[in-house]
Every structure is written in C-alpha cells, then in structure tokens.
Nanobody, 125 residues
Framework: VQLQASGGGLVQPGGSLRLSCATS????????IAWFRQVSGKEREGISC???????????YYTDSVKGRFTMSRDIAKNTAYLQMNNLQLDDTADYYC????????????????WGRGTLVTVSS
C-alpha cells in the first residue's frame, strides 16, 4: 500500500491549491482516505475524509475550520484522491498528508495505518 501526496506550494491569502493523493496497492473504494495537516510542534489534525457508505454512495466529512472552503473528491479509475483548497488563509499553512484506513472515516490519526509523505502548503503574502 502506497500513498503519495503532491500539489503543495506557496500561495497568497485567498488563493487556491489542489492537492492530489496518488494511491497504489489497494482498492481505493474499500478504504477511507483522509487528509491531515500538521504544523510543527502541534498534533496532526484531520481535516477531510471520504469513505464508502453503501452501494455506490459515499460520505465526505470536513472539520469545521475548512468547511465551505475545501472540497475533497476521488477518482476511483485513477486511484487518486484530491483536496481542492479555496480561499486559503494564513492558518492553513502546514504539511498536508493523505492517509488510508480500511473501514469508515475517522479524524483520529492513530487509526490510520497507511500514510503518504507530506506536501507543504505555505500561505503567505
């Protein structure tokens, strides 16, 4: 199982970025995929998660601080999950990670067995 996050960079406040999480080695639709972020010296924070609910439906969850600004999606055919981040603010500066959990969504980092390397997002004027 492998995950690789990409798409980070430097952006001005109010700007946008789209992060990608390329996955391999497992069936994407059978795992919850989450985005976490971490600022140096602080705990890793779960910000968005997608998992299958039943049949072909799925659920997406967001932490309050990103609701209305960030949108998570996934492309099963490409084995890739995305995080569209709009109206970025200074507080969004962090290393962003994607992680996989066989099961339903959780914002608890301890529950995730598989992690990709982080991609740095810097919001600065």
């Amino acid at each position: 199982v492998q995950l690789q996050a990409s798409g980070g960079g430097l952006v001005q406040p109010g700007g946008s970025l789209r992060l990608s999480c390329a996955t391999s080695g497992f069936a994407l639709d059978r795992y919850a995929i989450a985005w976490f972020r971490q600022v140096s010296g602080k705990e890793r924070e779960g910000i968005s998660c997608i998992s299958r609910r039943d049949g072909n439906t799925y659920s997406i969850y967001y932490t309050d601080s990103v609701k209305g600004r960030f949108t998570m999606s996934r492309d099963i055919a490409k084995n890739t999950a995305y995080l569209q981040m709009n109206n970025l603010q200074l507080d969004d500066t962090a290393d962003y990670y994607c992680a996989a959990l066989r099961g339903l969504c959780s914002f608890s980092a301890d529950e995730y067995k598989y992690w990709g390397r982080g991609t740095l997002v810097t919001v600065s004027s």
